[in-house]
T-cell receptor, first 115, second 114 residues
């Protein structure tokens, strides 16, 4: 009965590789997010999708490309990985819509280590 | 854009004491203020939130207060227990063209000693 799930939980890869992180939510939400948490624990929004459409795109390098095949899934693909991409990436979801609520629920995170 | 400041960065208390974490925000249009608890190796968990039309909200041992005029809000935990030890984040949000964004504070590491 996991609400927001991410795979994989840990990802270790070398510089220059391309990798993907998957996220799924079973809460019936229509909006999903990707956050990056750096080594100092700071959480920062990267992207947000509402009903499969991109609505928030912060100043993230275009090596990062989110893809939302449907409302319940938001994947993050990263090309040409760099050392500075090492962080924990969190997926979150919320319900906007006409009677939207503000609460965002987070997944367990994916720890990405680039060597 | 919105800026959220959070203090202190670390807070150590004895079991049974109270703990208070304070946040300030810059955008007067912000109208939703959640608090998240993050345990080691886990994702942030929403523990309580408050909207701008309310001054205080309680849920068992935790409470949040909001002062819109001063643009600050606080988390109060009473009768702390060792399992309250975690990193706590405040955040501020506002609705904008149908969607909302959360801006987080930098977190407070709460350590509760038995």
């Amino acid at each position: 009965d996991t609400a927001v799930s991410q795979t994989p939980k840990y990802l270790v890869t070398q510089m220059g590789n391309d990798k993907s992180i998957k996220c799924e939510q079973n809460l019936g939400h229509d909006t999903m997010y990707w956050y990056k948490q750096d080594s100092k624990k700071f959480l920062k929004i990267m992207f947000s999708y509402n009903n499969k459409e991109l609505i928030i795109n912060e100043t993230v390098p275009n090596r990062f490309s989110p893809k939302s095949p449907d409302k319940a899934h938001l994947n993050l693909h990263i090309n040409s990985l760099e050392l500075g991409d090492s962080a924990v990436y969190f997926c979150a979801s919320s319900l906007l819509g006409d009677r939207g609520r503000y609460e965002q629920y987070f997944g367990p995170g994916t720890r990405l280590t680039v060597t | 854009g919105e800026n959220v400041e959070q203090h202190p960065s670390t807070l150590s208390v004895q079991e049974g004491d109270s703990a208070v974490i304070k946040c300030t925000y810059s955008d007067s249009a912000s109208n939703y203020f959640p608090w998240y608890k993050q345990e080691l190796g886990k994702g942030p968990q929403l523990i309580i939130d408050i909207r701008s039309n309310v001054g205080e909200k309680k849920d068992q041992r935790i409470a949040v207060t909001l002062n819109k005029t001063a643009k600050h809000f606080s988390l109060h935990i009473t009768e702390t227990q060792p399992e309250d030890s975690a990193v706590y984040f405040c955040a501020a949000s506002k609705r904008n063209s149908g969607y909302s964004t959360l801006t987080f504070g930098k977190g407070t590491m709460l350590l509760v000693s038995p």
